[in-house]
Structure formats: structure tokens, C-alpha cells
């Protein structure tokens, strides 16, 4: 009787484990944060891996003066959408 209370007692004991181990994994495959946050880490060192030191150069020189001035970036985003929507009215229009 001692030998089949030891061994549910161990087998409760490993179910729990793999009890836990599948919440953990559930618990990684709905943290969807932290997911994406991999995965653009990811993409982000591939790219510069793969881009010419030039582009990466220019792609930080972009990204700083859009931080120190995003005002002026805004504007001209606002001026592209203006050119294109004006395009594409006259195009209809034709």
C-alpha cells in the first residue's frame, strides 16, 4: 500500500510539472508584447546586417533630425498627402 501511495504521489509530482511547463508556454504565446518586441528586434538586426553602412548612416541622420524637429516633418508629410490627394482629383476629374 506504501509502494502505490509513493507512486501516485510521484506520478502527481510530474504531472504538475508538465502542468507548469505547458502554462509557461501558454503564458510566452499570449504575450503578444513581448512576441512583437522579439521579433522586431529581430528584423531590426537582420537589416543591419544587411544594409550598406551608408544607408544605415543616413537612416540615423534621418531619425535624429526627425527627433529634433518633428514639426518640420509633419509639414511635409501634410504638403505629400496635399500633392497626391490634388493628383488624384484631377485625375478623376479628367
Same mark, same amino acid.
Given at each position: 500500500?506504501?509502494?502505490?501511495?509513493?507512486?501516485?504521489?510521484?506520478?502527481?509530482?510530474?504531472?504538475?510539472?508538465?502542468?507548469?511547463?505547458?502554462?509557461?508556454?501558454?503564458? =510566452?504565446?499570449?504575450?503578444?508584447?513581448?512576441?512583437?518586441?522579439?521579433?522586431?528586434?529581430?528584423? =531590426?538586426? =537582420?537589416?543591419?546586417?544587411?544594409?550598406?553602412?551608408?544607408?544605415?548612416?543616413?537612416?540615423?541622420?534621418?531619425?535624429?533630425?526627425? =527627433?529634433?524637429?518633428?514639426?518640420?516633418?509633419?509639414?511635409?508629410?501634410?504638403?505629400?498627402?496635399?500633392?497626391?490627394?490634388?493628383?488624384?482629383?484631377?485625375?478623376?476629374?479628367?
Amino acid at each position: 500500500m506504501d509502494q502505490d501511495r509513493s507512486d501516485i504521489e510521484s506520478a502527481i509530482g510530474r504531472d504538475r510539472a508538465q502542468i507548469a511547463e505547458t502554462l509557461e508556454a501558454l503564458e =510566452r504565446k499570449a504575450d503578444v508584447r513581448a512576441r512583437v518586441s522579439d521579433k522586431v528586434g529581430e528584423v =531590426r538586426s =537582420r537589416v543591419k546586417e544587411h544594409a550598406p553602412s551608408g544607408v544605415q548612416d543616413s537612416a540615423q541622420a534621418t531619425a535624429r533630425m526627425i =527627433r529634433e524637429r518633428p514639426s518640420t516633418f509633419v509639414a511635409l508629410g501634410l504638403i505629400v498627402i496635399g500633392v497626391v490627394v490634388g493628383r488624384v482629383r484631377t485625375r478623376g476629374h479628367s
